[in-house]
């Protein structure tokens, strides 16, 4: 079946060779020209789509401007999915494939997987197509588009699926609340992240796989080695609407943006290096409008359809978010994050902007009638610099002291003095409320930070928190800073904030923060160490820097308890044999995400003992504790050096020569084998079963 596909420009194409001639004839087939036979692109660039016009653009990253383009059906929906060299259009009404060969703008493959609605999960070699109502996953090679193995099946419908920094594809399955592992084209264990039917998504933050649950409210971090922890959302988060909270699909750093675009437009920002949370609320008309948030530095990037521009908000220093206008007028923009840099499109439009992590931006003309052709890449610009603006003002004219009103020439009556009138003062006017409250969980702190009233005059700041506990400073001047700190409190309450101003003329409030838990989930112990003894062993950690007073460990593997302190003793083991404990550290917050383990090697600690008592008769060497299986001797009145295994209980003997009783047997070394001796006849510890320092014998 023939595909409509892109066009690039023919009156531009450069014919130099036979293979030049094979991409004319393939573009004849599938209706797609040849712009050049060899365009050079920008290598820190993105290709940008604009369904109006029905062009494919890439843009140099560093100028903003337009060095190649692709022509297409003007009004049809196409998806660019772009990582590194491999730039794929997906037309997600029909699951049609292109993918764009930089070097030549030409399409080199096509493919129909004939899904619409399809997912395509690129990360270098790797590369995955999904059909999320299906569960059809299949791995191919985004250089060909081509299958690579057999398909899997999972349970639909799957979420978005992501590639972690490891080539593994991660897959939400929403029908049993687990999120599925794919390598190479095989799924691994299921991992649980929720309940079935909550809306689960993946993002890369940082090479690693966060999985936000939604209804939970919940973050599970996925370590590097395998271990899974949790984070804790503010509980406002599971009111988002149908679909779930919006998270990117991936962060280049451990910050990573979730938005509940429900009737309060909540941001939630988790930092998987400390594991706090910070909250604030988007001042926006119709928070529906808001879309996915994306991340770049410590700034948070929220397109609003509702005015075709994008809400940028530090996360680092809060305050008042800005504005940034992308489209000219109210529309989607599609917003991500690909080579350290931002770029937000109007798809349905000719404009585009891209930020550097220090904010600068570059405006960028989709349509710029002065772009280049796709064979030379224009140099980057220099940003002119703005013009230096003088903080000294200019000195005022001086006015002549020439009256332009004709001279009386007749002297004006004396008038009596008058005592002038005061005009009574203006009454003060009600300061704004304060704004943008945000909130940061840290360990056994909040710290709130707010932008100031404007208006009127304000005196001072007060904190204002839910319920009971916890301490604040008494007020904060006007001129700031803008910021509390709120210690104490319940790890396992949420706490909301309220910054009243106050003027001579009363008091003006914020909207309250969104919940938030004045701790946040503990980090990983260190120093876990075991220490062997007989059929156990004896545990011991230093708690992690940021454990507060609530924190507890989980202990599995070897051994199973939930320990409050910082050490433990396991036992019941069996001796001879090693055994491997795993340790997290767990509050009301969450729970690290590395697990931490240790070893301990219980083999038999074996000593040398003479025997004894054996003056009277043959001392017997047994196969067996009972005594009746006899395999050997030592003569009588001989005394020899003997290595003990370990003790055993068996048959009780008594010794005539002593007249010490006892049902523990010796294991020892005996002719190259092994054999047993009443613990009567030998000169080992006494004391207890097993006498230290020997173990008992369990196998």
Not at 45 to 57: D, F, N, P, Q, S
Not at 489 to 510: I, K, L, N, P
Not at 577 to 588: D, W
Not at 614 to 643: F, H, R, V
């Amino acid at each position: 079946m023939r595909t409509r596909m892109l066009q690039g420009d023919r009156g531009t194409a450069v014919i130099a060779s036979v293979v030049a001639t094979c991409l004319v004839a393939a573009a004849a087939w599938f209706g797609v020209g040849v712009s050049s036979a060899n365009p050079k692109l920008a290598d820190v660039g993105a290709w940008l789509w604009t369904k109006a016009k029905g062009r494919i653009v890439h843009v140099n990253g560093l100028s903003g401007e337009v060095d190649g383009y692709l022509d297409d059906k003007a009004g049809r929906q196409l998806r660019v999915v772009q990582d590194g060299g491999n730039v794929l259009l997906v037309d997600d009404s029909t699951g049609h494939v292109s993918r764009v060969e930089p070097s030549r703008l030409s399409v080199a493959q096509t493919r129909d997987f004939g899904a619409a609605g399809l997912q395509l999960a690129v990360s270098g070699t790797a590369g995955y197509a999904v059909d999320p109502a299906s569960g059809r996953i299949q791995q191919i090679d985004p250089a060909t588009l081509n299958s690579v193995g057999a398909p899997i099946t999972l349970p639909g419908p799957l979420g978005p699926a992501r590639i972690d920094g490891g080539g593994r594809l991660w897959v939400p399955v929403t029908a049993k609340g687990e999120v599925v592992p794919v390598s190479q084209g095989v799924a691994a264990s299921p991992l649980k992240v929720g309940e079935p039917g909550e809306e689960l998504s993946v993002t890369i933050a940082g090479g690693l796989p966060v999985v936000v649950n939604t209804r939970a409210a919940t973050a599970t971090i996925i370590g590097s080695g395998g271990g899974v922890g949790e984070i804790v959302l503010p509980k406002e988060v599971a009111r988002a609407a149908k679909g779930g909270a919006l998270t990117p699909a991936r962060t280049e750093g451990p910050l990573l943006p979730v938005l509940s675009a429900a009737d309060s437009g909540l941001l939630v920002v988790i930092d998987t290096a400390s594991n706090s949370v910070l909250s604030t609320k988007l001042a926006t008309d119709d928070p529906a409008k808001l879309g996915v948030p994306q991340m770049l530095g410590s700034k948070v990037y929220v397109p609003d359809e509702s005015t075709g521009a994008l809400i940028v908000w530090d996360s680092a220093a809060g305050g008042q978010p800005t504005a940034l206008q992308v489209a000219e007028k109210p529309g989607p923009v599609d917003v991500f994050v690909k080579d350290g840099l931002l770029w937000a499109n109007d798809e349905n439009g000719d404009k585009a902007v891209v930020i550097d992590p220090e904010g600068r931006e570059h405006d960028i003309d989709k349509d710029d009638s002065d772009v280049p052709g796709p064979t030379s890449t224009p140099k980057p610009k220099t940003p002119r610099p703005e013009p230096t603006r003088s903080e000294t003002r200019p000195d005022p004219v001086e006015e002549t002291a020439a009256d332009p009103r004709p001279t009386r020439t007749r002297e004006e009556p004396t008038r009596r003095p008058t005592t002038p009138t005061r005009s009574p003062s203006p009454t003060p006017s009600a300061p704004s409320a304060p704004g943008a409250v945000s909130a940061r969980s840290g360990p056994g702190k909040v710290t709130v930070s707010f932008s100031p009233s404007t208006g009127g005059k304000v005196e001072r700041y007060t904190l204002r928190a839910s319920g009971g506990g916890g301490s604040v400073p008494e007020s904060v001047g006007a001129r700031g800073p803008h910021r509390f700190e709120f210690t104490g409190g319940d790890c396992a309450d949420e706490y909301t904030f309220v910054v009243v101003a106050h003027w001579e003329g009363g008091e003006v409030e914020s909207e309250p923060s969104a919940g938030i838990k004045p701790c946040v989930a503990p980090g990983s112990p260190s120093g876990f160490t075991a220490k062997a003894g007989n059929r156990g062993a004896q545990l011991s950690w230093t708690a992690p820097a940021n454990a507060g007073e609530d924190v507890t460990y989980e202990l599995t593997g070897a051994a199973t308890a939930r320990v409050t302190g910082t050490s433990h003793t396991a036992d019941g083991l069996k001796n001879n044999q090693k055994h491997t404990f795993k340790l997290k550290a767990r509050n009301a917050a969450g729970e690290s995400p590395d697990v931490v383990t240790t070893e301990v090697d219980l083999a038999y600690p074996k000593r040398s003992y003479k025997n004894a008592n054996n003056d009277q008769t043959n001392t017997k060497i047994n196969s067996c504790p009972t005594g009746d299986c006899q395999i050997g001797k030592i003569e009588k009145g001989k005394y020899l050096n003997l290595t003990v295994i370990c003790q055993v209980k068996g048959k009780s003997v008594r010794e005539d020569q002593t007249g010490e009783t006892s049902d523990i047997w010796n294991r020892i070394e005996w002719n190259g084998g092994t054999a047993y001796i009443s613990d009567t006849l030998m000169a080992t510890p006494r004391g207890g079963f097993p006498a230290a320092p020997l173990y008992e014998c369990t196998d």
